[in-house]
Structures are given as C-alpha cells and as structure tokens.
C-alpha cells in the first residue's frame, strides 16, 4: 500500500499479520502493534525521543547478565511484573498471594536439612531464627521444596559480590518440608534497601522523582507436584517502605511480624547472649485440578 500516512499506517500493519498462523501470537502483535501507535500518535513522539527508546532498551539488555536481569528489574518497577503475576495467579482468599520473582533468584541454591541450618554462616547482622509451614486446605504438605533467598544488612545479595558463585552462595539456600510441612533456619534479620540503581533503571527512576527503595523482605518460592508453585516475599510490618515498593510487590497478606526477643534460649534451642529475632509465617498453597 503506498501513501501511508500517520492514521492509514496502523491499518496496513495490522493487515500484514492477517496471515498469522498461530492465533494467540496474532491477537499479542495485532493489541501490540495498535497499542504502541497510539502511544506514539497520543504523545507526539519525536525521531530523537524514539531513538532515545531504542537507545535506552539496547544498554538495558547489554547490562543483562547470569546474575543480572535488568529487564526484569525494568518490568518490575514499571508495575508490569506485578501486574501479569496478579493475573495468572488470582487465589481465593486464605490461599498465599503471588508476588513478582525479582532479578536475584539463581536455580541450584544450596541443598539444607529441613531444620538449624545457618544460612548467613558469619554475614554480619542482627540473628534472625524463621520457622515456617507449608499448607493446603488446612493441611501440612510434607516434602514441599522451600527456596529461599534475601539481602543483607547493607542491601546486597549474594550475587552482587564479584566473587561469588552458586557453591559458596549465602542468605539463600533450599529446603524439603519435614512429614508436618515445617521448615527452620537461622539467618539475620533483612533490611530495606534500594533496588540497583547504576543502570538503566536507576535512570528511569531518578528522571521520574521516584525512590528506589524496597521494604525489608525475604523471598520464598515453594513447590510441591499438584499445587500451583508459590512465589512470594515475607515483609517486616511496620517497614516504612511498604506503601511505594519501588517493584509494587506488597500484599497485606504476605506481611510477617519480625519479632524481637530479649537475649536468652533461641527456637533452635542454643542460647543467644543479645537480642535477636523471630519469625513465624505459614504459606497456603492452591491445589491445581
């Protein structure tokens, strides 16, 4: 077709995918494709803001790496994340709530026996002893695999350190829920923190006046045959961060009470000369027919 103009442009390329074979690509690309000329026609994109865009998305994706997620990071801080996460995983009420994965999760986290392991092994910060069940229906479920993963105390996960590698890993490890669906570990208490800043989207976030900062959370995704994988973040109620998450990630329900406790015998049952703390959080999980 030729005379294309700025309105007629959209028509001949939504009829170009005409021919799609699969029809979910062709509904994603005919929205796609309507959506993003609408966008450019609704606020006049310039050829220097376009090239900009392009711009912009090429270092996100070179900034990518094993470790390193940065359009995973540019999902979640523009809600996206949360958003598709929310949609594919609507529970009823009781069931744990879905939260958005982030970029630090690695797969092959180190193996630990359901109980008094010592995931910090020496990272400074204050002792935090958790204990959790995994349920469904009112039920224990027994050999759930527990994967768990947090930052320190400065903000940094493991990952972060140039040094590290999958068999020296730290705050992250696996479990299997023993025959009542309970899991315990000693670790330290999270802190809140900003999201990695020195890339593209610590650009998109000081251009927009918005903050960085994430309440403080430990990640957990639980997996068990015949139920919906569960991933999820376990906030510190009373952080002052849980309403502007910079990833959009809270839940009421995935809120914990981080206990403080005065020096004395721990829940593993060793004694603790100063104060430490304590959680205690049941995950419910949704079967799957």
Same mark, same amino acid.
């Given at each position: 077709?030729?005379? *294309?103009?700025?309105?007629?442009?959209?028509g001949?390329?939504?009829?170009r995918l005409?021919?799609?074979?699969?029809?979910?690509? !062709?509904q994603?690309?005919?929205s796609l494709?309507? +959506?993003?000329? =609408?966008?450019?026609?609704?606020?006049?994109?310039?050829?220097g803001?376009? *090239?900009?865009?392009? +711009?912009?998305?090429?270092?996100t994706?070179?900034?990518?790496?094993?470790?390193?997620q940065?359009?995973?990071? *540019?999902?979640?801080?523009?809600?996206?994340?949360?958003?598709?996460v929310?949609?594919?995983?609507s529970r009823p009420?009781?069931v744990? =709530?879905?939260?958005?994965? /982030?970029?630090?999760?690695?797969? /092959?986290?180190? !193996? &630990?026996?359901? +109980?008094?392991?010592?995931?910090?092994? /020496?990272?400074? /910060?204050?002792?935090?002893?958790?204990?959790?069940q995994?349920?469904?229906?009112?039920?224990?479920?027994?050999?759930?695999?527990?994967?768990?993963?947090?930052?320190?105390?400065?903000?940094?996960?493991?990952?972060?350190?140039?040094?590290?590698?999958?068999?020296n890993?730290?705050?992250? @490890?696996?479990?299997?829920? $023993?025959?009542?669906? &309970?899991?315990?570990?000693?670790?330290?208490?999270?802190?809140?923190y900003?999201?990695?800043? $020195?890339?593209?989207?610590? =650009?998109?976030? @000081?251009?927009?006046? &918005?903050?960085?900062?994430?309440?403080?959370?430990?990640?957990?995704?639980?997996? !068990?045959?015949?139920?919906?994988?569960?991933?999820?973040?376990?906030?510190? =109620?009373?952080?002052?961060?849980?309403d502007?998450?910079?990833?959009?990630?809270v839940?009421?329900?995935?809120?914990? $009470?981080?206990?403080?406790?005065?020096?004395?015998?721990?829940?593993?049952?060793?004694?603790?000369?100063?104060?430490?703390?304590?959680?205690?959080y049941?995950?419910? *999980?949704?079967p799957?027919a």
């Open positions: 077709m030729r005379n *294309l103009d700025e309105l007629t442009i959209t001949e390329a939504l009829r005409s021919e799609t074979p699969d029809p979910r690509i !062709k994603i690309m005919v494709i309507g +959506h993003i000329h =609408e966008f450019a026609r609704d606020v006049r994109l310039t050829e803001e376009w *090239l900009a865009g392009i +711009h912009f998305l090429t270092r994706g070179q900034l990518c790496s094993d470790v390193r940065e359009f995973i990071l *540019l999902s979640d801080t523009l809600g996206l994340s949360q958003l598709v929310a949609q594919n995983h009420g009781g744990s =709530e879905q939260t958005v994965f /982030g970029p630090f999760h690695v797969e /092959g986290a180190p !193996k &630990r026996p359901s +109980h008094s392991s010592d995931i910090a092994e /020496g990272v400074s /910060g204050e002792p935090l002893y958790v204990t959790a995994v349920v469904a229906n009112g039920q224990p479920v027994a050999d759930a695999e527990v994967d768990t993963w947090h930052a320190d105390a400065e903000g940094f996960y493991d990952v972060q350190d140039e040094h590290w590698s999958v068999d890993a730290w705050l992250r @490890a696996a479990f299997r829920t $023993d025959a009542d669906g &309970r899991i315990s570990f000693k670790s330290i208490l999270p802190k809140s900003p999201i990695p800043t $020195d890339g593209t989207v610590g =650009e998109m976030l @000081a251009a927009t006046n &918005r903050s960085p900062m994430r309440p403080a959370h430990i990640h957990f995704k639980v997996e !068990k045959e015949g139920f919906d994988p569960l991933i999820t973040h376990v906030f510190a =109620e009373g952080d002052e961060f849980l502007s998450d910079a990833v959009f990630g839940r009421g329900s995935c809120i914990g $009470d981080y206990v403080r406790r005065e020096p004395g015998v721990t829940p593993s049952g060793e004694k603790s000369d100063t104060p430490f703390f304590t959680l205690d049941r995950f419910t *999980l949704q799957v």
